[in-house]
């Protein structure tokens, strides 16, 4: 048997795996979409209405606000705060002075804590700390003298997105920071050096030793911190619930919301369809500026 | 101009002391090399002048300034490392102008300085490529360059040429050398190889456990090595060391009797020896003749091995109570394997250790020394 038709065999389970689980039910799903399907009456199915789920969907305004929460807060915001901060504390984890006094392990274990904490009890533990009432962020404030009344951290329009990015950042920095931490700690020592011996000062040496040495991780770090967070439903759901009102609203609770609340699985298949798409723009970019670069070195 | 000068240069890690009170005086143009086993705190040296280590003791100077309190960059000496450290993302020209630019330098004097640093290296056609894109030769001249762009007082080279196949390391020493004689600087250069030591060294720093063993012109190390060990490690094949025991000392020499029923009076001072005191004998192979002797001393060797390297043929053989001696001898020698053959040893190119290794003084004048050696070699 040849190597052309070995290739084919050994990928066959994959391709398997790919069309049944995914390829037949977003086949399904789009089916869906285009029915005006009802979680009441899953059993005569619904009944073929075209397009109309999509243009009621892009014509709304409230989709557009669902958007904008989703682009810019729940991703933009949160994954360029989780690289910047990342690559900061991985800095710091990995100074001269950290390790002068053998602290890096101790660092990397306290880490590893909020890493270990699953979301749910993470976002727990964050609404209790974050209450209006009880919460000890409030006390702490209050105490220290910079508020006079306490704040509803989740409940506040104007600090229930910070609120919300804290809790997603602090759950999953530690897996950025560790990942930026193992890129530092590969920059061969003599790029510091000659740079060093080449008058470039602390600075420059990140700029043009550190960074540049870090970027590819930096690259696929920040597409995959994407692919986690545009469709997360776990950290909003169980922290506002989308609300107040639907001000928190993302994607992926809006598909919660219309399926599993408004009972309208057609159109909340629509708003899956859509969803799909933008990730695979998402995956179009990670398959161009990564994934293409690592066959390139397998071939 | 610029010299540069170590003293009392120690360096400890923790509890471990790297290098010990090194002392050594490098004139200005100067080609030193630093040479010692694997381990034996080459590189150690090397960093602490480039202001990469401090040092916990002694001090540095380049010209008259002090510099051991300099940072790296401001001591104007310019390193090339072992595995070159080329920036990778940068391309060649921006590789070798990268100092200049941190220095601030005008544009068109950094594109001016490079061009002319590629000229002499060589490497003009490869300016825009990155270092992965180039051979490990190649990456060499870049890393060079890179020192050369900047016009240090004084170069630091840590085993640039370890990473090298065997012929173009030969083509690299020779380049080395000729850069040496074309720009105005000092260079230091490490290497634990003793031939690229003895090629291209004007000074040669020999190196153990942290301490300079010796220090001298390559012909002095040769033919003078202070002790057993600069004298096993200088010179190709390695010297025979032998055990040998003093017979008689008086104001003409010494005399000793060495495996083999080996008798030799050797003319080097006697000093504090006395007879039957354990002695190392060291013969270098190639100061060792095969074949039927006219004068002199000889002693039969069994020859087990024979290494025929073209020009010249290695022989291993065994003489008296087992001992091994190895012996090298012209290309058409007819020797094979298995023969018993006499060994012609010459008193005056032989050198005596006492049991710690310190070396006896020859008695005779220094060029007589070197002109056998010449002859002979
Ligand atoms: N950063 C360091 N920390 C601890 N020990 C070191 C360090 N650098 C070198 N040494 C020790 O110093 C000695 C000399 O090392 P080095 O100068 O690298 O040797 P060489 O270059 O001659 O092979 C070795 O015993 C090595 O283990
Ligand atoms: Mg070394």
Not at chain 1, 213 to 238: E, G
Not at chain 2, 323 to 340: C, H, N
């Amino acid at each position: 048997m040849g190597e052309r038709m070995f290739v084919p065999l050994m990928l066959a389970p994959i391709f398997f795996f790919l069309i049944f689980f995914y390829g037949y039910p977003t086949l399904f799903n789009f089916y869906n979409s285009l029915t005006d399907l009802s979680l009441l009456g899953l059993k005569q199915g619904g009944a073929f209405i075209g397009l109309r789920n999509y243009v009621e969907l892009l014509s709304s305004k409230d989709f557009y606000r669902v958007l904008w929460n989703t682009l810019f807060w729940l991703t933009a915001v949160s994954v360029a705060l989780r690289i910047v901060l990342g690559l900061l504390l991985a800095l710091l984890l990995n100074s001269a002075t950290l390790r002068h006094y053998r602290l890096t392990t101790a660092s990397r274990l306290v880490l590893l804590v909020p890493w270990a904490t699953p979301p749910i009890v993470a976002v727990v533990v964050w609404r209790w700390l974050l209450d209006g009432r009880q919460g000890v962020i409030n006390k702490a404030l209050e105490g220290l003298g910079l508020i006079d009344t306490p704040i509803a951290f989740l409940a506040n329009v104007d600090t229930i997105w910070p609120a919300l990015i804290t809790i997603i950042a602090w759950n999953t920095l530690p897996l950025v920071t560790l990942t930026f931490l193992a890129g530092l700690q590969s920059v061969p020592p003599e790029l510091h050096e000659a740079a060093e011996m080449d008058g470039a000062n602390a600075i420059n040496r990140f700029f043009h030793v550190t960074l540049p040495h870090l970027m590819p991780t930096v690259v696929v770090m920040t597409l995959l911190l994407i692919f986690w967070t545009f469709n997360n439903f776990v950290y909003i759901w169980l922290a506002t619930g989308a609300g107040p009102g639907l001000f928190t609203n993302v994607l992926a609770t809006e598909i919660y919301i219309k399926g599993f609340i408004d009972f309208e699985l057609g159109f909340s298949s629509a708003v899956g369809m859509v969803m799909a798409a933008m990730m695979a723009v998402f995956g179009i970019l990670y398959f161009r500026f990564v994934a293409l670069r690592e066959f390139r070195e397998i071939l | 101009m610029a010299g540069l000068s170590l003293r009392g240069v120690t360096k400890q890690f923790g509890s471990v002391t790297a290098l010990t009170e090194i002392d050594l005086e490098i004139t200005h143009r100067e080609f030193v090399v630093i040479v010692g086993p694997s381990g034996c705190g080459k590189s150690t040296l090397l960093r602490v002048i480039a202001g990469l280590e401090q040092l916990s003791a002694g001090e540095i100077y380049v010209g008259d300034q002090p510099v051991h309190r300099v940072p790296a960059a401001k001591r104007g000496l310019a390193m090339v490392f072992q595995n070159y450290a080329l920036y990778p993302h940068k391309t060649v020209a921006q590789n070798m102008g990268f100092a200049l630019k941190m220095a601030k330098v005008r544009r068109d004097e950094i594109d001016r300085r490079v061009v002319e640093a590629a000229r002499i290296l060589q490497i003009e056609d490869l300016l825009e490529r990155k270092p992965r894109q180039l051979s490990g030769g190649q990456r060499q001249r870049v890393a060079i360059g890179r020192a050369i762009v900047r016009e240090p007082k004084v170069f630091l080279f840590d085993e640039p040429l370890s990473n090298l196949d065997a012929a173009l390391r030969v083509d690299m020493r020779v380049e080395l050398a000729k850069l040496h004689n074309s720009i105005d600087a000092t260079m230091i250069y490490v290497t634990h190889d003793q031939v690229e030591a003895m090629t291209m060294a004007d000074k040669i720093v020999v190196l153990r456990g942290g301490r300079a063993e010796q220090v001298g012109s390559p012909m002095d190390l040769y033919h003078r090595p202070a002790n057993a060990f600069v004298a096993g490690f200088i010179g190709s094949p390695r010297m025979n060391q032998l055990p040998a025991t003093i017979s008689a000392v008086s104001s003409s020499g010494v005399s000793i009797t060495a495996p083999g029923g080996l008798e030799l009076s050797l003319p080097v001072a006697g000093h504090d020896a006395r007879p039957g005191q354990p002695v190392t004998l060291g013969l270098r192979p190639e100061h060792l003749t095969v074949g039927p002797q006219s004068g002199g001393t000889s002693l039969d060797l069994d020859v087990y091995v024979t290494e025929p390297l073209g020009g010249e043929t290695i022989l291993y053989g065994h003489i008296g109570d087992n001992s091994t001696l190895v012996v090298k001898v012209p290309g058409g020698t007819d020797v094979g394997k298995g023969q018993r053959v006499p060994v012609g040893v010459v008193p005056a190119m032989c050198h005596l250790f006492t049991e710690d290794g310190t070396a006896f003084t020859p008695l005779h004048t220094n060029d007589k020394v070197e002109r056998i050696g010449a002859s002979s070699s």
